[in-house]
């Protein structure tokens, strides 16, 4: 099983980002896929949640209306697209995949900063 972001790095306050997530060893279309980040010296945190068919999702109140999770169940991957970026949005991002058993990808970095 296998679950590897990409898409992290430096970004100025009001940028752009779009995370990937791909995913093997499991049949991803069985899995509700969430993401999640960890800032220095704070707990990890969901940020983006979807199910497994793509047809609900739920977003953290601090991404609501600037981020938008999606995935494309044929190519095996979940979205992260952050807009309006703030430099409080700074943290390690993670990939999780929650169904019969539960997924962690090894995390990108994601840095706003001026």
């Not at 991957?77 to 929650?98: F, G, W």
Request: hydrophobic residues 30%; positive net charge; contains cysteine.
């Amino acid at each position: 099983v296998q679950l590897v972001e990409s898409g992290g790095g430096l970004v100025q306050p009001g940028g752009s980002l779009r995370l990937s997530c791909a995913a093997s060893g499991f049949t991803f279309s069985n899995y509700a896929m969430g993401w999640y980040r960890q800032a220095p010296g704070k707990e990890r945190e969901l940020v983006a949640f979807i199910t497994s068919s793509g047809g609900g999702t739920n977003y953290a109140d601090s991404a609501k209306g600037r981020f938008t999770i999606s995935r494309d169940n044929a190519k095996n991957i979940v979205y992260l697209q952050m807009n309006s970026l703030k430099p409080e949005d700074t943290a390690d991002y993670y990939c999780h995949a929650r169904g019969y058993f539960a997924y962690w990808g090894q995390g990108t970095q994601v840095t706003v900063s001026s």
